[in-house]
């Protein structure tokens, strides 16, 4: 508004943020697959780790949230040990923010790489949660440190702490839930007997992602 007597305009209000949809988890194994690392029966809000994932139009859209105040993430490995591996990661910075980084693990850390082919990106800390919601393309000209999803990989599970004096662009992988190997673009519903596994995680959501 203008004030009386006011020459100029009025400064510029930036829009409301919308609010963080909930994960929809009465949506696995319906729309996208859901992998789950927790007590039985947990949900995106009650889980250690909790991913989910589906196949839209070009894009593959990820969700992901973590019982930690640090990061959450998930990697694609062309074997089973850590090491050379493509890393999405939703980090939980020192503003408050979730921010959506990719990231290139060497050993047990993961140093940050600045092509970043995250999307639509979301992210919240709450209850002492991280979670976050993007999307990044199945098919990407031949990177060295970016997949291509319509391939086989083993998926990485991770989450960590927040480290005081550590660098927001490199991550100490402490936690590492389950490990399995598929496609996230086309998940047949013979998947399950084929999923090679480590670890506690409920693969029962395991259904086709389209």
Known sequence: MLYPHSTGYPFPTAPPV???AKI???DCGK???CFRYGKPGCNAETCDYFLSYRRIGADVEFELSADTDGWVAVGF???????GDDVMACVHDDNGRVRIQHFYNVGQWAKEIQRNPARDEEGVFENNRVTCRFKRPVYVPREETIVD???NWYYLFAWGPAIQGMNR?????SNVGCLLCFSAT???SILVSHLRLSGNCSCTDCMPSE
Do not use: E
Request: charged share 30%; net charge neutral; proline share 7%.
């Open 18 to 20: 919308d609010p963080f």
């Open 31 to 33: 729309t996208k697959g």
């Open 77 to 83: 490995s062309s074997d089973k040990k850590m090491g």
């Open 24 to 26: 929809r988890v009465d």
């Open 169 to 173: 662009d490199q991550l100490a992988v």
């Open 186 to 188: 086309s998940v047949p």
């Open 149 to 151: 999803l319509h391939l």
